[in-house]
């Protein structure tokens, strides 16, 4: 007799067997339970997240004799529905039985009563690949359902059914499932089994899986076969042509210090191994979304593939924005492999044209707009062309300055790329509207105050708004440093909620900085590893206190520059 392979012999058999899905599971066991369950189900989700395991589940349950504890697994009819003979429990795949007649049939026979349980339960796996008029015929039954009749429809594409079908059901979306829970999962299965499996392996299926728990099980299977019962990272690496991490960290160094030969060597070698780029390209974005998620935090508990020394490794030789620039590249360019003649070909011209880049960027220079941006500086008179007979300068005048401490225009510190995705993640476009509007009447205002505030944020526009942000979007880093200053960020929550109406905090930020910060949202949001929203601090009103009218001009013109007269 054939072994049975793992996906079907560990198949949950209970509600509490079930891997993820934890709002599925919990809302069709209260169900049950409570006696309310509808008469018809959508469940929709990736191949392999547990929807037909799901369906049988309810069946079973709704049929059991004793509904505290469904599906107790003892009755008869969960012995029946566990042998696969039960008579009310009908499963078709509407891949194979897609034309009307089907449909019809199964129709005429869902009028019957049921024949061993108190319902008759149908599941049509793969039920968006029904004809037109086979859809159109169940929609008619599920609009007349018969009664103690429950129908399980599950797909991996809801889109193609009809929206009418959908709106008849109690529609449940399963996720991925989560890459710890089928590490776990694994391990919990290779010590039932006899097999040895290495935690690093397990973690390595969960990703080769793609959150679904069925090709989990399938390719620890395979892997077992291979080895004889003794998984290894290594072994999978030889079996799926994955590259180590050490490889791709090694890569990615010689991409930043442009070492063509060692790249060349490399992708030579990964052609001879065979090495899917597919996945090598996606395990090189994560290294890098790591490298910044530390280089932002320093947090080893949000990084997933690297370890803190790994990350100081490339974080040595790069800052955000280059593993940025490189992960944004590589993520844009790797589709171009399933069209190119020669992946690997492609590939190195990718690698190449990062490490030319990398090494044509200008050698950094020190920065001297920061030594001259003083107060001196910006008192100073603006140079004006003048006649050869202008008076000249005392000689005290440009005599060189002693070295003194500067007093920088830029107070205010960076906003790191992590807080831009977690104020980012709060953003709508319908808060954003509606700020823009907002922000769009100071143009008409002509209080001195209000032209201050106009001149502040001349240079900038809103980039995302949420409910209580507002993320201003400038070109210039002094321009954003200066809206964050704490004082003047005060002042300015202050103005916009006294005078536009608007009680929300604004954070300045410039156009790399966004462009950064987007790239890695949109990798983490891939990954379904976004951060929690960032609780936003809103001014007290002590610390918003009402200026008197000495008070605004003082800040408006300077103190030395104000003479108060009377009082």
Not at 17 to 42: C, D, F, P, W
Not at 104 to 128: C, F, N, Q, T
Not at 460 to 475: E, K
Not at 535 to 563: M, Q, W
């Amino acid at each position: 007799m054939a072994k049975a392979a793992l996906y079907q012999k560990y198949r949950s058999s209970t509600f509490e067997e079930v891997v993820g899905q934890e709002y599925v599971v919990r809302s069709i066991k209260n169900a049950v339970r409570t006696g309310k369950t509808g008469h018809a189900y959508l469940f929709c989700g990736p191949r392999g997240t547990g929807k037909t395991t799901m369906a049988r589940l309810l069946a079973k349950s709704v049929n059991c004799t004793d509904p505290e504890h469904a599906p107790c697994g003892t009755c008869e009819n969960c012995i029946a529905a566990n042998n696969g003979t039960h008579p009310d429990i009908v499963e078709i795949n509407a891949a194979n039985e897609t034309h009307v007649e089907d449909i019809r049939d199964l129709i005429e026979r869902s009028r019957l009563a049921p024949m061993m349980g108190r319902h008759k339960i149908y599941i049509i796996d793969e039920v968006h690949q029904l004809s037109s008029a086979a859809s159109s015929a169940l929609l008619k039954t599920l609009e007349e359902p018969p009664e103690n009749v429950i129908f399980v429809l599950a797909t991996t594409d809801p889109q193609k059914l009809l929206p009418t079908i959908i709106s008849r059901c109690q529609r449940f979306d399963f996720s991925k499932v989560k890459k710890n829970q089928i590490s776990k999962h694994l391990m919990s299965i290779a010590q039932k089994e006899n097999i040895l499996l290495e935690e690093s392996a397990a973690e390595m299926i969960a990703v080769l899986s793609d959150g679904g728990m069925r090709d989990a099980l399938s390719i620890m299977d395979q892997c077992a076969s291979y080895t004889g019962d003794q998984i290894t990272l290594e072994a999978i690496d030889q079996i799926y042509g994955l590259a180590t991490t050490r490889e791709k960290i090694d890569l990615i160094k010689n991409v930043i210090s442009c070492d063509l030969e060692k790249i060349l060597k490399q992708t030579s070698s990964y052609e001879e191994r065979g090495i899917d780029l597919q996945r090598f390209t996606d395990g090189m974005i994560d290294i890098l979304k790591d490298t910044v998620i530390w280089q932002n935090t320093h947090k080893a508990e949000l990084m997933k593939v690297l370890t803190m020394e790994e990350a100081e490794e490339i974080s040595n030789i790069a800052d955000s924005s280059t593993c940025m620039h490189i992960a944004e590249t590589v993520m844009n360019e790797k589709e171009h492999f399933k069209t190119a003649t020669s992946p690997v070909s492609a590939f190195e011209v990718i690698c190449f044209s990062l490490a030319t880049e990398n090494r044509q960027e200008p050698v950094k220079k020190e920065a001297p707009a920061r030594n001259q941006l003083n107060i001196t500086t910006v008192k100073a008179e603006p140079a004006v062309s003048q006649p050869v007979s202008v008076q000249p300068v005392k000689t005290e005048a440009v005599k060189e300055p002693e070295p003194e401490p500067v007093t920088p225009v830029q107070p205010a510190e960076k906003i790191s790329t992590m807080r831009i995705i977690e104020l980012l993640v709060q953003c709508t476009k319908a808060h954003k509207v509606a700020d823009e509007k907002t922000f769009a009447q100071m143009r008409t205002m002509m209080s001195l105050e209000s032209r201050k505030y106009i001149s502040l944020l001349q240079d900038t526009y809103i980039g995302a708004s949420g409910a209580d942000c507002i993320v201003l979007i400038t070109r210039a880093q002094a321009v954003a440093n200066r809206i964050n200053d704490p004082e003047i960020n005060r002042e300015l929550y202050q103005f916009t909620k006294t005078q536009l109406n608007t009680d929300k905090v604004i954070f300045a930020i410039t156009e790399n900085d966004l462009k950064e910060a987007s790239a890695l949202f949109r990798i983490m949001m891939r990954d379904n590893s976004l951060p929690e929203a960032y609780k936003v601090h809103k001014y007290s009103e002590e610390e918003i206190h009402e200026d008197t009218p000495e008070d605004k001009v003082i800040a408006l013109f300077g103190r030395e520059n104000v003479e108060i007269i009377g009082g």
